[in-house]
């Protein structure tokens, strides 16, 4: 009965900002991680990032400073707030739930950077 929602995903120009969401239900077990991996054509998929279970963020080096992941207070919600997007921002985002070594995945939202 898991389900995840992604909403956010757009066309936004070079420098711009989105804010992705994605809502996850039906969940009943304690997760490890949860957070954003993203995917581009000819590349592969990669961690954006994420929360651990304990609060702590990690961030690819290509996003520090320019992306923001956090959940509500209800931890049922997790946001990516992407500003000064550059055009290697456009890929396929991916929302990730992580219990052990399982991985849950959402449907995927595709943001695109273009002028």
Do not use: H
Request: glycine share 12%.
């Amino acid at each position: 009965q898991l389900q995840f929602v992604e909403s956010g995903g757009g066309l936004v120009q070079p420098g711009g900002s989105l804010r992705l969401s994605c809502a996850a239900s039906g969940f009943t077990l304690e997760y490890d991680a949860i957070g954003w991996f993203r995917q581009a054509p000819g590349k592969q998929r990669e961690l954006v990032a994420r929360i651990m279970s304990g609060g702590n963020t990690n961030y690819a080096d290509s996003v520090k400073g320019r992306f923001t992941v956090s959940r509500d207070n209800g931890e049922n919600t997790v946001y990516l707030q992407m500003n000064s997007l550059k055009p290697e921002d456009t890929a396929v985002y991916y929302c990730n739930l992580q219990v052990l070594a399982r991985f849950y995945w959402g449907p995927g939202t595709q943001v695109t950077v273009s002028s």
